[in-house]
């Protein structure tokens, strides 16, 4: 009976220590978004009417202008899942760039084509049209 009563006694403790610091986490997100809201409101009224000749703004349209970017640009996701997934594809990205040729060639591939390229196209075509001519006579 006493290990039950322990037991449950180390869950309610963990429970309202969690719960602590989720209500103290929201509010300390609280506050530091009313503070951006005032430094985003002093830095528009600062700079926006000397350079564009725009109107100063209240605390809350600088709070609704900074939630309207937030919406418009996104909130981002900044989780290390999403990281090693960008790792990821930079390396694969990295390694098939290695891997490519030279490309400082490629200037010549507009006069080759125009010189050279419909010709062997056609020919390579019609080699293709007879082999799988001669691959049906062989099926036959």
Same mark, same amino acid.
């Given at each position: 009976?006493?290990?039950?009563?322990?037991?449950?006694e180390?869950?309610?403790?963990?429970?309202v220590?969690?719960?602590?610091?989720?209500?103290?986490?929201?509010?300390l997100?609280?506050?530091?978004?009313?503070?951006?809201g005032y430094?985003?409101m !002093?830095?528009?009224?600062? /700079?926006?009417?000397?350079?564009?000749?725009?109107?100063?703004? +209240?605390? @809350?349209?600088a709070?609704g202008l900074?939630?309207l970017a937030?919406?418009?640009?996104?909130?981002?996701n900044?989780?290390s899942k999403?990281?090693?997934k960008?790792? !990821?594809?930079?390396?694969k /990205?990295e390694?098939?760039?290695?891997s490519e040729?030279?490309? +400082?060639? @490629?200037?010549h591939?507009?006069?080759?084509?125009?010189?050279?390229g419909?010709?062997a196209?056609?020919?390579?075509v019609?080699?293709m049209?007879?082999?799988?001519?001669n691959?049906s006579?062989q099926?036959?």
């Open positions: 009976m006493e290990h039950r009563h322990r037991y449950y180390r869950k309610m403790e963990k429970f220590t969690t719960g602590f610091k989720v209500f103290f986490v929201i509010i997100f609280t506050i530091l978004v009313l503070i951006a430094v985003f !002093r830095l528009w009224n600062w /700079l926006m009417p000397d350079l564009f000749g725009l109107t100063t703004i +209240s605390y @809350w349209q709070l900074m939630l937030k919406f418009l640009f996104g909130f981002g900044h989780s999403s990281s090693k960008r790792q !990821r594809r930079e390396r /990205l390694r098939f760039c290695k040729k030279d490309f +400082s060639e @490629w200037k591939y507009d006069q080759f084509w125009k010189e050279e419909e010709q196209f056609n020919n390579y019609e080699r049209k007879n082999d799988e001519g691959d006579e099926k036959a």
